[in-house]
């Protein structure tokens, strides 16, 4: 019965040969802005790639400011900085995410803890972030203390998983009633809405990944995205290994990271953004290809756009409801040249986080043992 989706999946890209789970697409300017870059010399750490990039990305999220970063990891490693984590604080996050968002709070010697996501996004659960709070959490002093842990919970980063955005607006408001740093992990999601406003652009900082699988990439990079002038300009002082600006001196006033993005990725960047929509529209009308398929898939439902949301349809995404069948059509897939792979496990069973403190992870749960990701790449 799988036979018809391979045969689905070959025709939309026109092609008997092995299809990718997601490659990038360089149609545009790209060759053009990366040769000028080379011939004028700048291709590292200065140039007008960089300002052009920042200039551009924030009037298209809809932001004042953007900070552009060597990668997604480094962009959520300094906001979190930014939205004042120290060691031995927590940050909630979710089970169900790519790996950088943990390793980025536990850059600083924070430490995650996991609540639940939504069945309907697979981003976090403002209803089971609530439940949580009021289960183990008290304001004393404006800050968020865990009564369980003793210790301050300074922010919380939802992510938008392949895409598809949370219930950031309610997170947000439930963030702001607990004293509770929002930081968004839009590394997925450049280009969807939620409630008419962009991901990345709901809480005090947002990050953004450009590593080659993402929407649009500059081999890699990334970019942090605030309303905020002075967290933009401490963004940039931090990512440019806090150096103060001087003809020839080198002074430093702090220890800072050189997590700043080389102008040829920049130029590459450039390119890539001028196609963000076309790229954003095949996805699009592929899912909605996808839908109609898997309508008559009896065990298989297609992840579709959450309600009050525009979806950047970044990795497309089935449900094998039975969960004895993932693997069979897992196998089935890769075996007939059509890549397909499960979501992440749960970071709370990894061995690094197993000892992190917990909400109750039944949709995680759920999502982790059934959902796998499709062929996703532009169509051309
Ligand atoms: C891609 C990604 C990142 C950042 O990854 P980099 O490879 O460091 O750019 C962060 N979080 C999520 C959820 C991602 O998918």
Redesign the pocket.
Known sequence: MYKDIIEFIQNVYNTKEFIPLHEPRFIGNEKKYLNDCIESTFVSSVGKYVDTFELEFAKKVGAKYAVATV??????HISLILADVKRDDEVITQPL?????CN?ISYIGAKPIFVDVDLDTIGLSPKSLEEFLKANCEIIDSTCKNKTTGKTIKACVP?H?FGHACKIQEIQEICDEWHIALVE?A??SLGSYYNNKQTGTFGKLG?F???G??IITSG???VIVTDDEKLAKKAKHLTTTAKIPHKWEYVHDEIGFNYRMPNLNAALLVAQLEQLDTFIKSKRDLALKYEELFSSVVDIDFVKEPSNSKSNYWLQAVIVKDVKNRDEFLDFTNKNGVMTRPIWKLMNELEMFKDCQCGGLKNSKYLEQRVVNISSSVVI
Do not use: Y
Not at 71 to 76: C, I, R
Not at 97 to 101: C, K, R
């Open positions: 990668n997604g990891t480094a962009a959520l995410t790519f790996i950088a968002t980025a992510m998983t992990d590394a997925e990050a990944s450009f590593n699988n993402k890699g990079g990334g």
